[in-house]
DNA sequence: TAGAGGATTGAT
DNA sequence: TCAATCCTCTAC
């Protein structure tokens, strides 16, 4: 079943960040649909220094930051990397969860072939790779994760408490002391984790 | 309007 | 360890 918007409106950014573990995350480019179970996630929220609305500075880029939770927000990464975040929490608030790995499931070939690979083991264990591997692009910033385009299910696997890992964040050391917060969560021991 | 820098990746 | 690469934000 589709996670509806009441999954992604909770005001607590990191419970829906260690919630999206276990989940589904499917896209359907044309009727090519992909799919993989999230692995690994980032809280990204409004008041530090990591988050692209500290201070809720808006802007044309993270304007969907500030929608209600559930839309998608993506966005463009050292010109390379399209990156996708989860946007969580009520209207105007500014926080969201930035997907970082999956463990691949559904339209693997279809995978393979947008990362021009046979290597199942590593098409989507990082931010940046995901995306390519789903065929995510920036046309998906604002979409909504009810639609028909992208979505997240709750069919994946069911996740104990123990098997959650918070460590700091990946890449983000301008952010200064923000950077030590634990909000990286990864499932232990899951070979898709992103390096 | 110009300049700096980034929530990464893969090759060296 | 380093370059690729280009959009976005900030300051002038």
Redesign the pocket.
Same mark, same amino acid.
């Given at each position: 079943m589709k996670l509806d918007e009441s999954f992604y409106q909770r005001n607590d950014v990191t419970r829906v960040a260690k919630d999206l573990l276990g989940k589904v995350l499917y896209t359907a480019v044309g009727r090519r649909v992909s799919s993989g179970i999230i692995v690994e996630t980032?809280a990204?929220s409004h008041i530090e220094k990591? *988050?692209?609305a500290y201070l809720n $500075?808006k802007?044309? $880029?993270?304007e969907v930051m500030f929608n209600a939770g559930g839309y998608s927000y993506v966005?463009? *990464?050292?010109?390379?990397?399209n990156?996708f975040?989860v946007v969580t929490g009520s209207q105007g608030t500014g926080d969201?969860v930035?997907i970082r790995a999956l463990e691949p499931v559904g339209g693997i070939p279809i995978m393979q072939k947008r990362m021009n690979t046979d290597n199942t083991r $590593?098409i989507t264990s990082?931010?940046?790779?995901l995306t390519k591997a789903l065929g995510i692009d920036?046309s998906f910033n604002g979409k909504h994760l009810t639609g028909s385009e992208i979505w997240i299910s709750d069919e994946g696997i069911q996740v104990k408490k123990l098997q959650i890992v918070a460590s700091p964040?990946?890449?983000?050391d301008?952010a200064g002391k923000d950077a030590e917060l634990p909000w990286r969560y990864t499932l232990a021991g899951n070979t898709w984790i992103? $390096?």
């Amino acid at each position: 079943m589709k996670l509806d918007e009441s999954f992604y409106q909770r005001n607590d950014v990191t419970r829906v960040a260690k919630d999206l573990l276990g989940k589904v995350l499917y896209t359907a480019v044309g009727r090519r649909v992909s799919s993989g179970i999230i692995v690994e996630t980032e809280a990204y929220s409004h008041i530090e220094k990591g *988050c692209h609305a500290y201070l809720n $500075r808006k802007t044309k $880029r993270n304007e969907v930051m500030f929608n209600a939770g559930g839309y998608s927000y993506v966005y463009l *990464c050292y010109g390379i990397h399209n990156l996708f975040n989860v946007v969580t929490g009520s209207q105007g608030t500014g926080d969201a969860v930035l997907i970082r790995a999956l463990e691949p499931v559904g339209g693997i070939p279809i995978m393979q072939k947008r990362m021009n690979t046979d290597n199942t083991r $590593r098409i989507t264990s990082g931010p940046g790779k995901l995306t390519k591997a789903l065929g995510i692009d920036r046309s998906f910033n604002g979409k909504h994760l009810t639609g028909s385009e992208i979505w997240i299910s709750d069919e994946g696997i069911q996740v104990k408490k123990l098997q959650i890992v918070a460590s700091p964040r990946i890449g983000i050391d301008y952010a200064g002391k923000d950077a030590e917060l634990p909000w990286r969560y990864t499932l232990a021991g899951n070979t898709w984790i992103s $390096r």
